[in-house]
């Protein structure tokens, strides 16, 4: 074996090295960034949560349609805070579907009972009242724009993770498996409802 043979053979193993040691930091970099993200889809839809015992007080003497509706947000609100999703669970798509229909089924509920206080104008007059649907419809374009950041992070990573030379690094050292984008489990959900609650 000669000079020329080892040190070809050397620089083989050093580029092959330096292919691979660029999944080695940029896989988990992408990976906390995903989670990250996560944590601030998780975020909102707790804020979102959090508002609604809020509501349930403002509304609670307008009718008996609206107590109707209002028990059916506060068990909406009971199952989607219970479902909840760590950041290992990130990968499992059956649970991310389960937490996105409990999510959904909370908005839907929260949209039908906005629409159904129209009819009451003492309801829609009151600054308690209208202080709390301005912070439901910004939490609700905030849960759009975290489940928006979210997907773009899971894209990254999953790109990541599937690109040479990173996918040595994913494959060989982190074994990594592709994260689970957001979907809404209903047509549109993803996005803030449009409500008019000013009276006629």
């Excluded at 909406?76 to 499992?92: F, H, Y």
């Excluded at 409990?102 to 104008?121: K, M, N």
């Excluded at 419809?137 to 990541?160: H, S």
Aim: one cysteine or more; glycine letters at 6%; proline letters at 4%.
């Amino acid at each position: 074996m000669n000079f020329t043979t080892m040190l070809r053979g050397a620089f083989a193993a050093v580029a092959a090295l330096s292919l691979a040691a660029c999944g080695i930091n940029s896989v988990p970099a992408a990976e906390e960034e995903a989670k990250a993200k996560w944590a601030d889809v998780e975020a909102q839809f707790q804020r979102r949560a959090n508002l609604i015992p809020n509501l349930a007080e403002v509304v609670k003497g307008a009718g008996e349609n609206e107590r109707t509706i209002l028990t059916q947000v506060t068990e909406a609100r009971a199952k989607a805070t219970s479902v909840q999703i760590s950041a290992d669970d990130l990968n499992d798509p059956a649970k991310m579907e389960q937490f996105a229909a409990a999510q959904s089924q909370l908005g839907a509920g929260i949209g039908r009972l906005l629409a159904s206080v129209e009819a009451y104008p003492q309801v829609q007059s009151n600054q308690n009242y209208l202080a709390l649907q301005s912070q439901l419809e910004g939490t609700e374009n905030r849960i759009a724009v975290a489940i928006r950041d979210y997907n773009e992070a899971v894209r990254k990573y999953n790109t990541t993770i599937r690109t040479f030379p990173d996918s040595i690094g994913a494959n060989i050292i982190h074994g990594a498996d592709p994260m689970v984008p957001y979907k809404a489990v209903t047509e549109g959900a993803e996005a803030a409802p449009k409500l008019d609650m000013t009276s006629n």
